[in-house]
């Protein structure tokens, strides 16, 4: 299940099940997005990204959705494995700028 | 080498000391940003230089100063901090894409503890 608490949202997932975190983004303009994986005392790994011009890209057990009506992004995560675990944090921009925007973060909890 | 690299991993300063933080991408790219991070928190922009020139500022404290020295390299160099700049320092690069959205590349991070 998913809690929100003073700081971090966790979402507990049982190993091998699939696993969806959401992010809603600010920017209307925005046309880029990235779903970075942070690993405790590491820094942020690239996962997937998607532009304004698809709705749904895939890559290996990771999809990630944009819905723009609604400035929501979703990364769905197949088969989840312990060493999924980690900290997500969504990131947008607007092309032409270098700020990128980035997500409160959601820890992803694998339970054995 | 798809790789941005930090030096040190952790530094423990006193608040008078002088350090400099280092930070190496053999990538290409004509980006490199500095970011801080607090825990259970997003990484905050600092700094961020194109084509070696600095090109955004977020208002960072001037004990704070970035450096970049060539397009492979950037610096942080630090002066006077307080216990309140305790944090994870992330350097990261971009290739300054001509299409549009331009992917950032991180490092580990240097484990900033301020005494």
């Known amino acids: 299940g998913e809690s929100v608490g003073l700081h971090l949202p966790t979402l507990s997932v049982q190993e091998g099940d699939n696993s969806i975190i959401n992010c809603a983004y600010s920017?209307?303009?925005?046309?880029?997005f990235i779903w970075y994986k942070q690993e405790s005392g590491k820094g942020p790994q690239f996962i997937i990204d998607i532009r304004s011009n698809m709705d749904k890209r895939q890559g290996q057990r990771v999809t990630v959705l944009l819905n723009k009506t609604v400035k929501h992004l979703s990364l769905q995560i197949a088969a989840t494995q312990p060493g999924d675990s980690a900290v997500y944090f969504c990131?947008?921009?607007?092309?032409?700028?270098?700020?990128?925007?980035f997500g409160t973060g959601t820890r992803l909890k694998v339970l054995a | 080498d798809t790789e941005v690299t930090q030096t040190p991993k952790h530094l423990v300063m006193g608040m008078t000391n002088k350090k400099s933080l280092k930070c190496e991408q053999h990538m290409g790219h004509r980006a490199m940003y500095w970011y801080k991070q607090k825990a259970k928190k997003p990484p905050e922009l600092m700094f961020v230089?194109?084509?070696?020139?600095?090109?955004i500022n977020e208002s960072v404290p001037s004990r704070f100063s970035p450096e970049c020295p060539n397009s492979s390299l950037l610096n942080l160099h630090l002066h006077a901090l307080q216990p309140e700049d305790s944090a994870l320092y992330l350097c990261?690069?971009?290739?300054?894409?001509?299409?549009?959205?331009?992917?950032?590349?991180f490092g580990p991070g240097t484990r900033l503890t301020v005494l």
């Open positions: 990131a947008e921009i607007y092309s032409g700028t270098y700020k990128y925007i």
């Open positions: 920017n209307s303009a925005s046309d880029y």
């Open positions: 990261a690069s971009s290739p300054i894409s001509t299409s549009g959205g331009d992917t950032q590349y």
């Open positions: 230089y194109s084509y070696e020139k600095l090109s």
